[in-house]
């Protein structure tokens, strides 16, 4: 393992600060209810001990990203871009937006901007507007649009920079007090590395330390096409004091980068797997380096929970969840590999999704014996499923009451439906559910136990396991009528057993035009999918969710519609966040524009 103890020195080059030895600071108390970071606090419970208010109405309607039509236009209609949640504290409401253009190759062309608004007299008014030197790894090629995320905390904001830097701005007018970055990313002449990235949300503890994840890698164009250069969790303090530890080694079960990994079949080997007993051929994993998006989950008694996976393509199978001691020492790390046993030739009825082996969407058909020798597999790889971390995704460890730490993992064979992962506060695999791609849950406690609560989407149009449509035909409802096209927003006991769902039966697609009426089309027979990916639990359990049929929706404990509001759009869209407000607001976010609704 390797550690750096960092001095006190923060830079802040790119701006003209000089660089400086800070004094520590005093923790501000906590003060009225606010929603100041990821999924609202460090264990990232998507909770707030308020009473939501009433979907009756739109209170403000602010576009922030206005590239949506190009982000549209070159992915096919969709809108493949991660944003960050609304940080909401008092009257005062902090954005980003976005600028620039987007285009299919490099994320650079475009800028990230943070943004204070505060309610005045009722209305949501821009107070500054920072212009951030930020900008993600890749393009539109390699992953979804990563997200650009600040966080409040010790009376500032703090804001994601480049190289590997965070931005420390004054509240009040959104001034740049300091850039504060580990003397490591810079270059011997003191300037920013180009190919050094903050890749996470950065998260605040209870006692005002800050957490992000950093990547350097060896080039900005084909981001898979070089191995990775190295990765760290970084730690600073109220005072500005640094300390970081790389992930390169911290963990000894982790492949190194030039270790072979457990690679896939070939597609000219359909139906999966070949042979009860085929093995895939291995490559190289890659780098174990942090996923992108993924935001530090922080216990109460100060462990700090992330994720890595092998930086190539294949790497993505072989990653980890780990716990790290608040000295940055590795505390335990465990496999998200091999842990899934309900693939091949289980039926839906008990706990699978697949048809049945031999049919179309379904695993090889071997006979006898070799459906016993491949039962619950994976196809792709004939083992059991591994729970993989996407570069595409922004799930994030949430840590509930009693210390178990839950994760949405990403899996193939069931749909592209992943897993929703439990481990215990020592790193014992718990169990999985049958969903869990790209969400960060949400924690309800009541009657001295707690639930959890994920969107549940049951895909379609894109085969059960493979991207061929004649061995795993696109129509799921036909082709496996016993596990439908079907959408959900559902709520799971400790133990991942269903409490209730609540399903998505809208058929129509609707827009806001720009006189403010509504037109709607009925195209959608199967409904939409739940776009959200931190959804909002408030005092009484009342769920808010997004959903991509344009509407913001409030649910019941029960599973029961208490309302639901149309924003903007229906459109497909990777997975935006809610927020809520002291005052009860539910802060959302439909194509490219902030929602505020409440009575």
């Not at 403000?60 to 940080?87: F, K, M, R, T």
């Not at 998006?293 to 072989?318: E, K, M, S, V």
Request: aromatic share 10%; glycine share 10%; proline share 7%.
């Amino acid at each position: 393992m390797k550690r750096f103890g960092i001095a006190v020195l923060v830079c802040a080059l790119a701006v003209g600060l000089w660089c400086s030895l800070r004094t520590p600071i005093t923790i501000e108390a906590q003060g009225s209810p606010a929603w100041p970071q990821w999924a609202q606090n460090p264990q990232h419970t998507g909770f707030l001990n308020v009473n939501g208010q009433d979907l009756n109405r739109i209170l403000a309607n602010i576009i922030y990203d206005p590239l949506v039509p190009d982000e549209q236009a070159l992915n096919g209609g969709n809108l493949l871009v991660h944003y960050q949640v609304s940080l909401v504290e008092g009257n005062d409401v902090y954005m980003e937006s976005k600028a620039g253009n987007y285009t299919k190759g490099s994320y650079n062309t475009e800028t990230w901007h943070q943004n204070k608004f505060t309610w005045v007299n009722g209305q949501l008014t821009k107070v500054w507007t920072f212009d951030s030197d930020w900008i993600p790894p890749g393009g539109q090629a390699d992953f979804w649009e990563p997200v650009y995320h600040a966080v409040l905390a010790n009376g500032f904001v703090y804001d994601p920079g480049a190289g590997g830097s965070i931005f420390k701005l004054n509240k009040s007018n959104g001034t740049a007090i300091e850039r504060i970055v580990p003397s490591q990313f810079l270059h011997p002449d003191g300037t920013l590395s180009a190919h050094t990235f903050t890749v996470s949300p950065l998260t605040t503890d209870s006692a005002g330390n800050i957490y992000y994840n950093v990547l350097k890698i060896q080039d900005n164009g084909n981001f898979y096409g070089m191995d990775a250069v190295d990765s760290w969790l970084v730690k600073v303090a109220p005072d500005d004091t640094i300390s970081m530890v790389s992930y390169t080694g911290l963990n000894p079960a982790a492949p190194k980068s030039t270790d072979l990994c457990l690679g896939i079949f070939s597609s000219s080997q359909l139906p999966w797997p070949p042979s009860a007993d085929a093995v895939p051929p291995s490559v190289p994993c890659g780098l174990q380096r942090v996923g992108l998006n993924i935001a530090p989950a922080i216990a109460p008694d100060g462990t700090i929970y992330t994720l890595t996976r092998g930086h190539f393509l294949i790497g993505a199978r072989h990653s980890f969840l780990l716990a790290i001691n608040p000295n940055l020492t590795l505390k335990w790390a465990t496999s998200l590999r091999n842990r899934f046993h309900d693939g091949c030739g289980v039926s839906p009825a008990t706990g699978g999704t697949l048809p049945p082996n031999g049919q179309l969407g379904g695993c090889r058909d071997l006979g006898p014996a070799g459906n016993t020798a491949i039962l619950g597999n994976d196809p792709a790889q004939n083992t059991p499923g591994a729970g993989r971390i996407l570069d595409d995704e922004s799930s994030t460890p949430t840590v509930a009451p009693d210390g178990s730490i839950f994760f949405g993992a990403y899996s193939r064979y069931n749909y592209a439906q992943g897993h929703l992962m439990r481990f215990s506060a020592n790193g014992d695999y718990l169990g999985a559910f049958g969903f869990g791609w790209d969400s960060t849950v949400a924690i309800y406690q009541h009657d001295s136990t707690y639930s959890v609560v994920i969107k549940n989407n049951h895909y379609s149009g894109l085969g059960s396991y493979c991207n061929d449509p004649t061995i795993c035909p696109t129509d799921r409802t036909a082709t496996n009528p016993a596990s439908p096209e079907e959408f959900f927003v559902t709520q799971l006991s400790p133990n991942l057993t269903i409490e209730w769902s609540f399903k998505n039966t809208n058929t129509q697609s609707c827009t806001r035009n720009a006189n403010g009426s509504i037109t709607c089309l009925s195209d959608h027979p199967n409904s939409f999918e739940w776009c959200v990916n931190a959804p909002v639990i408030d005092r009484n359990g009342v769920v808010y969710a997004n959903s991509e049929d344009g509407n913001l929706y409030a649910i019941n404990q029960g599973g029961t519609l208490k309302q639901k509001l149309f924003q903007q759009l229906a459109l497909g869209a990777a997975y935006t966040p809610t927020s809520l407000g002291g005052d009860g607001k539910i802060y959302s976010q439909n194509a490219g524009h902030l929602f505020v609704v409440g009575k």
